[in-house]
């Protein structure tokens, strides 16, 4: 199955700043996805991210606060903007495997 | 959630007794999962059972899929303290995953 290297794996970040995650798979894939599970909740869908395209946003996302980078079939980043203490968050990658989607580490985002 | 509801939100069990979570999803689906969470740690993915199976087996999980009333059910026999977790479903759509709200299980030893 794929393997995903995710980092940074944690940070701490000053509300009004960006911290860029990025994402990068042992394999060329297709489809990469952006997940965000904020304390004591499910993971939430943010956006598919597919290689030369614009990424697709769930409702509720939009790509002024979450740009998202595929520049290649291994890679992507996902921006979080202008941040604010509501976006402390795990966020984590996944991409599809075999029908089952794999999961990078997360990363976990303090914002103070 | 994106997609639906899992039942009960938190379980407390006797190590030894069986355990079962629901989910029920709001789209049509082509398969559905279950994945193990443990204390916020990464996802686990335990057992995938496609849309036109009803029942399968791996191990000590049970799963079954009621597409007519999408729904599914996790049964956990035996269990152990190293079962707690939370555990959710999730379901494609159109290679999208979209995960129900989780159920926390603590098994007592």
């Known amino acids: 199955s794929a393997v995903i290297s995710q980092k940074p794996s944690r940070d701490i970040c000053q509300r009004g700043t960006s911290l860029t995650i990025q994402c990068q798979v042992d394999s060329q894939v297709t489809m990469m996805f952006w997940y965000r599970q904020q304390p004591g909740q499910s993971l939430t869908l943010i956006a598919t991210a597919n290689q030369g395209s614009e990424a697709t946003y769930e409702s509720g996302f939009v790509i002024d606060k979450f740009p998202i980078s595929r520049p290649n079939l291994t890679f992507s980043t996902l921006t979080v903007s202008n941040m604010s203490p509501e976006d402390s968050s795990i966020y984590l990658c996944s991409v599809e495997d075999y029908a089952s989607p794999t999961f990078g580490s997360g990363t976990r985002l303090t914002v103070v | 959630s994106q997609q639906g509801e899992e039942d009960p939100q938190a379980l407390s069990i006797q190590e030894g007794e069986n355990a079962t979570m629901n989910c029920s999803y709001k789209?049509?689906?082509?398969?559905l999962q279950w994945y193990r969470q443990n204390s916020g740690r990464g996802l686990v993915h335990l057992i995938l059972?496609?849309?036109?199976?009803r029942e399968k087996h791996s191990g000590r999980l049970r799963v079954t899929l009621d597409t007519s009333k999408k729904s599914s059910s996790l049964l956990i026999t035996a269990s152990r303290a190293a079962d707690t977790a939370s555990y959710f479903c999730a379901t494609d759509n159109f290679n999208k995953f979209y995960f129900g709200s989780g159920t926390k299980l603590n098994v007592k030893p």
């Open positions: 789209t049509s689906i082509n398969n």
């Open positions: 059972i496609r849309s036109n199976e």
